[in-house]
């Protein structure tokens, strides 16, 4: 068994469902370790035992939903040739997952731990060579249109702002 996986019912497997919504709604900074260690029944150790500390614990959370997010939207973006087409499938698909799981804050903010850009990774993928950076901005702009339904604006005027630019050509 991979030991990066829970056993269900286990404490670690309570502190990663209730870090996924603490992170997810409220971010990095929003997030205090022993708040969440108490509501799910467990001790401030108990995370820095299985996590070492709040960083380790954001990664693997940030991690674990880009992987769920970035999973659909490979699926999304399998089903066109064209890779604008491609891409704006997978924007949409992304973005409509991101809200519906309520992690729109964790997804839009700047990663504290530095690791690589997973949703640029696979945007450069999509694109290949056709023009350098040009999967950094995308995944800003996807990012930021995120950032706006965190701070408040209706998720669909978010979305079409962030389609906005994808349709210009």
């Known amino acids: 068994m991979r030991e990066d996986i829970p056993i269900p019912g286990t404490v670690k497997e309570k502190i990663l469902n209730q870090a996924i919504k603490d992170f997810g709604r409220s971010g990095y900074e929003g997030v205090n370790v022993q708040l969440l260690a108490k509501s799910v029944g467990a001790t401030t150790g108990a995370i820095y035992h299985h996590f070492g500390n709040k960083l380790e614990l954001y990664r693997t959370i940030r991690e674990e939903v880009e992987h769920r997010i970035i999973s659909r939207m490979e699926g999304a ?3 066109y040739e064209a890779p604008l087409m491609s891409l704006k499938a997978a924007m949409i698909v992304g973005f409509d997952y991101a809200v519906k ?5 964790l997804a839009s903010e700047q990663d504290p731990s530095k690791s690589t850009d997973l949703v ?5 993928t999509m694109l290949g060579e056709e023009i350098e950076g040009a ?3 995308l995944a800003a702009c996807w990012r930021a249109s995120l950032g706006n339904v965190a701070n408040g604006m209706d998720a669909e ?8 630019f994808i349709d210009k050509e």
């Open 120 to 124: 640029a990774s696979l945007f450069k």
């Open 157 to 164: 005027t978010a979305k079409k702002a962030l389609l906005w």
């Open 77 to 79: 973006s399998a089903v």
């Open 135 to 137: 999967e950094t901005i």
């Open 101 to 105: 799981i309520n992690v729109c804050t």
